[in-house]
Nanobody, 119 residues
Framework: VKLVESGGGLVQPGGSLRLSCEASVAMFGLYTMRWFRQAPGKQRELVATITSDNNASYLDSVKGRFTISRDNDKKMVYLQMNSLKPEDTAVYHC??????????????WGQGTQVTVSS
């Protein structure tokens, strides 16, 4: 399984970016997909989750600004980030989780993409 993120970069405060994560995995539609971020010197944060049945959830600090979505035909997950703030600066990683009932049986990570919000 391979996950490849793209779309990061340098953006001014208030700007927007769309991150993409391409997954090379069979039965992509069955995976729970997540976006995490980690800033230097800080703990990793779970930013957004989208389940196999398209239920989305968000970190409180990004609610109303970020939107997670998926395209199962293309095996892609996206994170649309609007109204970016300097505190959103981090390396963003996507992850894929496969559950057999309540048991996590597969957990995969991408290499990350840098997002820098600065004027």
């Amino acid at each position: 399984v391979k996950l490849v993120e793209s779309g990061g970069g340098l953006v001014q405060p208030g700007g927007s970016l769309r991150l993409s994560c391409e997954a090379s995995v069979a039965m992509f539609g069955l995976y729970t997909m997540r976006w995490f971020r980690q800033a230097p010197g800080k703990q990793r944060e779970l930013v957004a989750t989208i389940t196999s049945d398209n239920n989305a959830s968000y970190l409180d600090s990004v609610k109303g600004r970020f939107t997670i979505s998926r395209d199962n035909d293309k095996k892609m997950v996206y994170l649309q980030m609007n109204s970016l703030k300097p505190e959103d600066t981090a390396v963003y990683h996507c992850s894929a989780e496969y559950f057999a009932g309540p048991v996590l049986v597969g957990n995969y990570w991408g290499q990350g993409t840098q997002v820098t919000v600065s004027s």
